[in-house]
């Protein structure tokens, strides 16, 4: 799964609007906020930092938040439809990745897990050139704003057990036999 990234420095975006709109899924819903050059987050709206999370990105972005579909979220939106109905989509949907830049690497390193396939954050954490930082790596995982674009679902841990995600861990049970089974 491959998305655009946008480069972005959030000093130079000042007083624009984040769009916001609701896509439903089999997992619930979930929201995108994007403005007309990608998205800033997507998540699902039953995680509970998902207030805070809209509104220290507005903050941070001097961006007021509106509801309005416009391209990016309708792009996202055609996508996810097309993840949830079993195909092994290509995300395209550009996004703003905002992060440090081990965060960015361990993003990039979760997007390389083929579909359908895992690792662990140890593996994650040795692919990066980092193999002793799997702890980190984890922290990394959990801060991903963009679940299924950036597939921290496929990351379990070293014991096979599932570990922890930020949409809960049925979700990502159903996500990786999701991905399984198409």
Not at 14 to 19: P, Q
Not at 26 to 49: N, T
Not at 55 to 68: D, G, H, N, P, T
Not at 89 to 94: A, L, N, Y
Request: aromatic share 10%; glycine share 6%.
């Amino acid at each position: 799964m491959v998305s655009k990234v946008v480069n972005i420095n959030a000093c130079n975006i000042i007083n624009h609007k984040i769009y916001a709109g609701h896509i439903d899924t089999i997992l619930g819903r979930m929201l995108a906020l994007a403005d007309d050059r990608g998205l800033f987050l997507l998540c699902f709206v039953d995680k509970q930092s998902v207030d805070s999370e809209s509104a220290r990105l507005s903050k941070k972005l001097k961006a007021e938040i509106v509801f309005y579909e416009n391209e990016i979220i309708k792009s996202i939106k055609y996508e996810l439809i097309a993840y949830f109905s079993g195909e092994n989509v290509m995300f395209k949907t550009p996004c703003h990745i905002l992060g440090t830049d081990f965060q960015k690497t361990v993003w990039g390193a979760l997007k390389k897990i083929p579909y359908g396939e895992t690792r662990s954050y140890l593996d994650v954490a040795k692919s990066i050139n980092h193999p002793k930082a799997f702890r980190a790596v984890a922290l990394a995982n959990a801060a991903n704003k963009f679940p299924i674009i950036i597939p921290c679902h496929r990351v379990i841990n070293a014991n096979g057990n599932i570990g922890g995600y930020a949409g809960g861990a049925s979700k990502k049970m159903w996500l990786l036999q999701h991905e399984l089974q198409s």
